[in-house]
């Protein structure tokens, strides 16, 4: 699913963007009724929970409103509303992290990652792949991966946002960008790839 | 519930980087050579696109209910901040230093009902404070000639905001008889679970400080700013502020914060980081 909506070109949103920047309610209401499905996804796909995401997606419509005034137009709306969700989510991972109990397996950090405080999350092992719906197992192999990829993947493969929006968003060179795509793809190829069999060749890992 | 370990990162690989390139679209010849030289390479390569596809298909949809509050917070908000800015020169969504401590979230119950009433407070404790001066004035003047003139008295500044942009008589007085409702729980200290912070709450909220005259005062422009910010940092929908306390949270400069909300407990505590009012940590009691 490509939830990007086309290549880049002008803004879309530019026309209700600048209404809702004037104070017209009714277009701020629009502009963020059209990214809301696709910001949640997100904050969904990145947290692993619907509470989570909600919390998270919440956050982040709050923050758009709020920085709107200060939005320069330099990139799309879109992009940097997607930057704003990516935040949030990760400030609300921070905080599931704060709320477990200490000592957990997940609560280091796993080298590969460009030093963000945080590792991946835990994911139960009750999970039954056989059984298990598609969406859940995507969900518990992205926990398993470290939130620097895990946001890279996401970014690419669910919004299908180009390597320098996504270095845009996460505010890293785009040759970061594609390395922790491909490096995250390869982790998680082993868990989504060929019914979660073993066969795809494996990297040497770090 | 057992744990699994975290998913291994590979290293960097010329042929992973190469068919992932592939996946995208933007590998380069020499790219899609060497993926085709390989042996592992249509493996690979298939590998990697089923998990970019399965990382693409939607997942589940967003319940409505929460999709309906997560909007009406935003447009909550962006209504506050068109309140804050009305009859100044500020652009939506900009907050305001001075900003009263409990300024309503509008839209909720009572908010339109609220400002005549404390406006209406607010004149009284104006008129009051006006009777209080000339009273110490004529007193002044029949005790003690000289040490005291109207002039002086009209000069002098009434309240901390006085001076202050925006700050008037009125609008302190308004922070003050909203200040009265909250109570002042100090500093908590350096904490680091916010179970501990709400067991102070709690006790507070048993017995009660029995407030200051220094306590009635504006609370410092990033604590108001919090206080109006902790209601939109929770999809639960939660009331009036009740408890305010300052201090460190796992080495965040934080405030904690204590709203009315349905349900039981009654009451949810929310800490904050002090610097940019996110939300730290939160617990009902």
């Given amino acids: 699913m490509n939830l990007a ?16 920047r004037g104070g017209d309610r009714r277009a701020l209401d629009d502009l963020l009724r059209r990214h809301q499905p696709r910001l949640w996804a997100v904050c969904r796909r990145l947290t692993g929970s619907d509470a989570d995401a909600d919390d998270a997606a919440q956050n982040a419509l709050i923050a758009i409103v709020r920085a709107l005034p200060s939005f320069d137009g330099r990139s799309r709306f879109g992009t940097w509303a997607y930057r704003i969700a990516v935040n949030a989510s990760l400030d609300e991972l921070r ?6 109990d200490p000592g957990l397996p997940g609560d280091t950090d796993v080298s590969g990652s460009s030093g963000e405080p945080l590792g991946p999350e835990p994911v139960a092992t009750t999970l039954n792949p056989e059984s298990a719906a598609l969406t859940v197992d995507v ?10 990829f895990r946001a890279a993947v996401v970014l690419r493969d669910l919004c299908g946002l180009d390597y320098a929006e996504i270095a845009e968003i996460l505010e890293v060179p785009a040759g970061t960008v594609r390395s922790r ?23 040497p890992t770090s | 519930m057992t744990l699994e370990p975290p998913l291994p990162v590979p290293d960097d690989d010329s042929l992973d980087a190469a068919t992932s390139a592939l996946v995208d679209g933007v590998a380069t010849p020499e790219e899609a050579a060497l993926v085709a ?38 447009l909550a908000a962006f209504d506050t901040a068109a309140l804050d800015t009305a009859g100044t020169d500020q652009a939506p969504g900009e907050e305001r230093e001075d900003a009263p401590v409990l300024a309503p979230r509008v839209g909720s119950p009572g908010s339109v009902r609220w400002l005549p009433r404390l406006g209406a407070v607010a004149a009284a404790l104006v008129l009051l404070v006006g009777l209080a001066v000339l009273t110490v004035d004529l007193l002044g003047r029949a005790g ?10 009209a000069a002098a500044p009434t309240s ?4 202050r942009p925006g700050g008037t008589e009125g609008a302190t007085a308004m922070a003050r008889a909203e200040a009265a409702e909250v109570i002042d729980g100090g500093a908590f200290g350096n904490e680091t679970a916010v179970e501990a912070i709400a067991l102070r709450a709690g006790a507070a909220f048993d017995s009660p400080p029995v407030p200051s005259p220094a306590a009635a005062t504006t609370l ?11 209601p939109s940092t929770v999809s639960e929908k939660v009331g009036a502020p009740l408890y305010q306390a300052e201090g460190t949270f796992q080495g965040i400069p934080a405030v904690a914060i204590a709203y009315q909300r349905d349900g039981d407990p009654p009451r949810l505590l929310l800490v904050l980081n002090r610097n940019d009012c996110s939300l730290l940590e939160r617990t009902p009691f």
């Fill in chain 1, 5 to 20: 909506g086309g290549p880049l070109t002008a803004d879309p949103d530019e026309a209700t963007l600048a209404a809702a």
């Fill in chain 1, 95 to 100: 905080r599931r992290r704060r709320r477990a």
């Fill in chain 1, 139 to 148: 969900d518990a192999a992205l926990r398993r991966l470290p939130p620097d």
């Fill in chain 1, 181 to 203: 795509i491909s490096r995250g793809r390869s982790a998680l190829a082993p868990l989504l790839s060929a019914g979660n069999s073993d066969d795809a060749p494996r990297r």
């Fill in chain 2, 37 to 74: 030289a390989s042996p592992d390479g249509a493996a690979r390569l298939a590998a990697l696109q089923a998990v970019s596809e399965a990382v693409g298909r939607p997942g589940p949809a967003q319940d409505p209910a929460a999709a309906d509050r997560a909007l009406a917070a935003a």
């Fill in chain 2, 144 to 153: 003690d000639p000289g040490t005291a003139t109207s002039d002086d008295v």
């Fill in chain 2, 160 to 163: 901390p905001a006085a001076g």
């Fill in chain 2, 220 to 230: 410092p422009a990033d604590l108001q700013r919090c206080v109006k910010a902790g």
